[in-house]
C-alpha cells in the first residue's frame, strides 16, 4: 500500500480513468484548467484531484459546476473510519453542495477507483423530521435561560445550560428562604421540572430533610457562589413577583 506521503496527485489519475473508460467515457488529463474530464455523447463530467479532502478543493469543484453538474472530487482512501461520525458529516457536506465523491485506495499493487458519491440536486426534505425536533430543541434551550453566560466557541470552559439555571435558581430560593416542598419552589416560579431536578439533584446541591421537603446543602451554598449574576436576578425576579401579588 503506498504511503500518503509519497503519493503524488497524478497516482489517482489511472485508477480513476480505469473506471471511467469502463463506463464508455473518453477520458482526458488537464483539460482548461480541469484535472481530468471525461466525455459520452453530450455528457461532460469534470474530477479535480487532491490528497486531501479540503475547503480549497471543495471551492474548485463548485466552481467547475459552472460548466456542467456532474463534478467529482476524488482523494486517496482517507484513513479515518468510514462510519466515523467526522467522515459522515463530510459526506453530508459533499451532497450538500451536489458534488460526487471518489476514494482511490492503493492494496498491494493494485489501485481502485470507488465512487461513494454520486453529483445528485440535494433534497433539504431529506430528515426534515429530525431536523425539527433539534430546531424545537434548541428554541427550548434558549427560551429556559435568562441571558446569554456563554461565549460562543467555548470548548473548556462550563456551558451554562437552562438545566442549570433552573438548579441555580432552586438553589438560592432554598439558601434564602430555607426548607421549602417543590409545590412551594413551583409557585415562586421554578417550573415544572422542580420535583425532577430536586430528585435527581444531579449536581448535589439539595438535601431532603423530610418526606417533601428540601435545603440547599453545603456543597450547593459553596458552588452557587460561582452564580452571584444569575442568583441576583432569580432573587430581584421574585421580589417583584412578590410586591405584585401584595398589591
Known sequence: MKDNKKLQEVDLYKPIQRYFSLEGYEVYGEVRDCDMVAVKEDELVIIELKLTLS??????AVKRQRLTNQVYIAIPKPKIRMRSKQWADKCHLIKRLELGLIVVSFPGNRSNADILIHPAPFNGKTGAGRNKIRREAILKEISGR???????????????????????????FLNIMGPLSPKALIQMGTGDKTPSILTKNYYGWFERIKRGTYII??????EVQE??????????????SNAKDSN
Request: aromatic share 10%; glycine share 6%; charged share 25%.
Open 146 to 172: 435568562s441571558a446569554d453566560f456563554n461565549v460562543g466557541g467555548s470548548t473548556r470552559t462550563k456551558i451554562m445550560t437552562a438545566y442549570k439555571e433552573n438548579c441555580i435558581q432552586i438553589a438560592s
Open 55 to 60: 475547503v480549497e478543493l471543495l471551492i474548485q
Open 227 to 240: 452564580y452571584q449574576e444569575l442568583i441576583n436576578y432569580y432573587l430581584q425576579k421574585l421580589e417583584l
Open 217 to 222: 446543602s453545603e456543597k450547593g451554598k459553596l
